[in-house]
């Protein structure tokens, strides 16, 4: 079982950055991938970053949206993970999830956060 908090979402100017934080805690050491989410109004809920094989490649992964502007980064102890986003447009809002997967004696799960809002003003 895995816990997750995100944090450091709010309002900023186009042009601006954010760093979002997600705690994670319980069995983390199972975690073989991890990532971030975007959810807008009235659209599905789409892959924004993540990180898999953690521990292993930590192989990385971006939407063509935000590949080039936001970096998904780790701690080495794999309880918590970021999304730093830099040149940040108006259509990046929305809430953003963290989101981790685990694999424990060949049982998978996907564990969400609750979710941060992040607003970006033109």
């Known amino acids: 079982q895995v816990l997750l908090v995100e944090s450091g979402g709010g309002l900023v100017q186009a042009g601006g950055s954010l760093r979002l934080s997600c705690d994670a805690s319980?069995?983390?050491?199972?975690?073989?991938?991890m990532g971030w989410y975007r959810q807008a109004p009235g659209k599905q809920r789409e892959l924004v970053a993540s990180?898999?094989?953690?521990?292993?490649?930590?192989?990385?992964t971006y939407s063509n949206s935000a590949k080039g502007r936001f970096t998904i980064s780790r701690d080495g102890a794999e309880d918590r993970w970021y999304l730093q986003m830099n040149s940040l447009k108006p259509e990046d809002t929305g809430v953003y999830y963290c989101n981790a997967t685990t694999v424990v004696a060949g049982s998978v799960s996907t564990y969400w956060g609750r979710g941060t809002q992040v607003t970006v003003s033109s």
């Open positions: 319980g069995l983390i050491f199972s975690i073989y991938s």
């Open positions: 990180i898999g094989d953690v521990g292993d490649a930590d192989t990385t």
